[in-house]
């Protein structure tokens, strides 16, 4: 198991390019999953929590059990802290990543079409930031995602509609949609099952 998480801290400046790049055991790519199989979730009050048995994993101020000890699981939590710029695309590099959680930051710029190569991912949250620009249509390669959350940005343009095909087994966040100037707004809604 490998997990990154320096969440709740007052780190900011770029997110560190080339950690990104020398994260080689997470770059690395391993027999293809056929199912989710890691994250499991319990909605509470509005928030999902993930677990598996076995370890205590502190995410977003919460205390989470898991079920069972996995020797695969891949996070990376750079939540509420203050970095600014550009996801930088070797993100979307760390191919056998199961969460990328980089919310309540002050990123700015596109959402990286990069992240569409994480076919490991099953969790991602963007919320919070200030990314702006379209939803990348490259985002429908995550067959295995059960939550996505880009809520609280300035996203603008149509959901993709490939990304809608994987939607019905997704916990999605976007906030609220305006439909007269195509605007998400800063209003968290959640829809899925």
């Not at 997704?170 to 998400?184: A, E, K």
């Amino acid at each position: 198991m490998r997990v990154i998480d320096i969440s709740y801290n007052e780190f900011s400046g770029y997110l560190p390019t080339k950690f990104f790049e020398n994260l080689s055991s997470i770059r690395q790519e391993y027999e293809k999953k056929v199912k989710a199989e890691y994250m499991t979730d319990v909605i509470l009050a509005h928030r999902t929590v993930y677990y598996n048995l076995s370890i205590s994993f502190t995410s977003k101020g919460l205390e989470t059990d898991f079920e069972v000890i996995l020797n695969v699981w891949k996070a990376i939590d750079f939540s509420n802290n203050q970095f600014f710029g550009e996801i930088p695309e070797a993100v979307g590099e760390l191919h056998s990543l199961i969460v990328v959680n980089l919310s309540h930051n002050s990123l700015t710029g596109p959402i990286p079409s990069s992240l569409g190569d994480l076919s490991e991912l099953e969790s991602l949250d963007l919320s919070s930031n200030k990314l702006g620009g379209r939803i990348p249509a490259h985002l429908k390669n995550l067959t295995f995602l059960e939550v996505l959350n880009l809520s609280h940005n300035f996203l603008v343009g149509p959901i993709p509609e490939a990304i809608s095909l994987i939607l019905s087994q997704t916990i999605l966040t976007l906030g609220t949609w305006d439909y007269v100037d195509s605007r998400c707004q800063p209003v968290a809604v959640t829809m899925g099952s």
